[in-house]
């Protein structure tokens, strides 16, 4: 079992960042990939970033390059999202996964994960 508590969601300015973290716990957090994943009202769920269980591979939607990063310290057990230059379109609920069986294929899909956080909600203003 892997227990993943998102934070530090908030209602910020077009333009302006924020970081977002997940906490896990449970299982060895090292040993798994993790993802980010966020919903927006009337969409379906979309993935945002994953990176690897060492953190040496990182990938992004055409979304999210340029402007977030993942990043993870396993020390901590944590995996964060750092979003800049935020738009309003980038509103949403965001949650991160867990890839605890290390499948390697169709990983921007939600199938691909094990654990899903509870969501922090992101709200960009125009």
């Known amino acids: 079992q892997v227990q993943l508590v998102e934070s530090g969601g908030g209602l910020v300015q077009a333009g302006g960042s924020l970081r977002l973290s997940c906490a896990a716990s449970?299982?060895?957090?090292?040993?798994?990939?993790m993802a980010w994943f966020r919903r927006a009202p009337g969409k379906e769920r979309e993935f945002v970033a994953r990176i690897s269980w060492s953190g040496g591979s990182t990938s992004y939607a055409d979304s999210a390059k340029g402007r977030f990063t993942i990043s993870r310290d396993n020390a901590k057990n944590t995996v964060y999202l750092q979003m800049n230059t935020l738009k309003p379109e980038d509103t949403a609920a965001y949650y991160c996964a867990a890839d605890v069986v290390g499948r390697g294929v169709f990983v921007t899909l939600p199938r691909a994960y094990d654990y899903w956080g509870q969501g922090t909600q992101v709200t960009v203003s125009s």
């Open positions: 449970g299982r060895t957090f090292a040993m798994y990939a």
